[in-house]
Nanobody
């Protein structure tokens, strides 16, 4: 599989916004899922947002109401709009694409190269 290619990210003050993009090349199944995860220093990676082929989304509790995941399948790209950023959002963010089955997303593309997001308070 070809690793997704990410763009966006950077440094921002608390309360600011950033947008991440993920261009993927893996062939998607009829039931697919696209997602973002993050890993902060000293912490385990956590999935923060998913969007599925039916348009439904899910978010990790700490980002609900602030982050928005979206997709443009014509461009084979998905996005993470991050608003009202907090210092605790500081992490390396990764994206992937996968298959959605029986209520579970299996990321098959491999995670992207990661992009750094740093939020200063």
């Amino acid at each position: 599989q070809v690793q997704p290619v990410q763009s966006g990210g950077g440094s921002v003050q608390a309360g600011g916004s950033l947008r991440l993009s993920c261009a993927f090349s893996v062939n998607t199944y009829s039931q697919y899922c696209l997602g973002w995860s993050r890993q902060a220093p000293g912490k385990e990676r956590e999935v923060v947002a998913e969007v599925r082929s039916d348009g439904t989304t899910s978010y990790e509790d700490s980002v609900k109401g602030r982050f928005i995941i979206s997709k443009d399948m014509a461009k084979r790209t998905h996005y993470l709009q991050m608003n009202s950023l907090k210092a605790e959002d500081t992490a390396r963010y990764y994206c992937a694409a996968g298959a959605w089955s029986e209520g579970h997303c299996t990321f098959i593309s491999g995670w992207g190269q990661g992009t750094r997001v740093a939020v200063s308070s």
